[in-house]
């Protein structure tokens, strides 16, 4: 029985071969016989994507991706909530009014249509 890896010039017919899991590119996989190459994965630092062999493409992991949009939320509102009662007290009342309407706009990221996937990040005060 013949062994292929992913270093074989040409892709012969895999029903006569035996293929070694993990012989193969991290890109490739076998489906129907034959090597498939899935592509790049289109995952970037907020939108995870898996690739779903069964429709051979990629498709959106929504669990993860509302995990890292929260993370990145809650982040943001944890630097507001470590502004200091003294500094709070020292900022103007439209500071404050900025800083609390800030602070509730991260707080309806996930509320927001078409969240995770088109998320309207609220703007923080300049001065903050």
């Known amino acids: 029985m013949a062994v292929v890896t992913s270093s074989d010039d040409e892709i012969p017919n895999l029903d006569q071969f035996f293929v070694i ?3 193969l590119d ?3 996989y076998v489906k129907d016989g034959q090597i498939k190459t ?3 994965d289109p995952s970037n630092g907020m939108i995870k994507y898996e690739f779903n062999h069964a429709l051979e493409s990629w498709q959106i992991d929504l669990e ?5 949009h929260r993370a ?3 982040e943001m509102l944890k630097a507001i909530d470590a502004v ?3 500094r709070y007290n020292s900022l103007t009342q439209q500071q404050q009014q900025e800083l609390a309407d800030y602070r509730q706009a991260l707080l309806a ?3 927001q249509a078409g969240f995770p996937l ?5 703007c923080k005060p300049t001065w903050l």
């Open 72 to 74: 990145l939320r809650n």
């Open 38 to 40: 899935q592509g790049a």
């Open 64 to 68: 993860t991706t509302v995990e890292n």
């Open 26 to 28: 991290y890109n490739q």
């Open 118 to 122: 088109t998320t309207d990040w609220p």
């Open 109 to 111: 990221v996930p509320q």
């Open 84 to 86: 200091s009662p003294v």
């Open 21 to 23: 899991e993990g012989a």
